[in-house]
């Protein structure tokens, strides 16, 4: 399985932009969430999205701002980002792993998530 995570860019302050990541191989398996992370800090959990696509977890710094969804049809799960700050500026990344049997609970832990994407660096001006 391999991620790619695209869409990144110079936007204004409070504007939007709309980041994807492509999930190839086993698309239908695998949980899903983006952190983000800026020089001298430690990587951010963003936002995540059960394999189901019936849950979403969002951090407590985009709640309301940021959506989390996937496109099972294009095997890319999004990240809708509106109202955007300086504070969003960061490079963002997508994850992702397999539950475990019977596992409900949200990995937000960068350590827990078995696949990495590359990257995009996303830039807000204000």
């Known amino acids: 399985v391999q991620l790619q995570a695209s869409g990144g860019g110079l936007v204004q302050a409070g504007g939007s932009q709309r980041l994807s990541c492509v999930v190839s191989?086993?698309?239908?398996?695998?949980?899903v969430g983006w952190f983000r992370q800026v020089p001298g800090k430690e990587r951010e959990f963003v936002a995540y999205?059960?394999?189901?696509?019936?849950?979403?977890y969002y951090g407590d710094s985009v709640k309301g701002r940021f959506t989390i969804s996937r496109d099972n049809a294009k095997n890319t799960v999004y990240l809708q980002m509106n109202n955007l700050t300086s504070e969003d500026t960061a490079i963002y990344y997508c994850?992702?792993?397999?539950?475990?049997?019977?596992?409900?609970?949200?990995?937000?832990?960068?350590?827990?998530?078995?696949?990495w994407g590359q990257g995009t660096q996303v830039t807000v001006s204000s």
């Open positions: 191989g086993q698309y239908f398996s695998y949980s």
């Open positions: 994850a992702a792993y397999i539950p475990e049997a019977y596992e409900v609970a949200v990995r937000r832990s960068p350590a827990r998530y078995d696949i």
């Open positions: 999205i059960k394999w189901t696509g019936k849950f979403t």
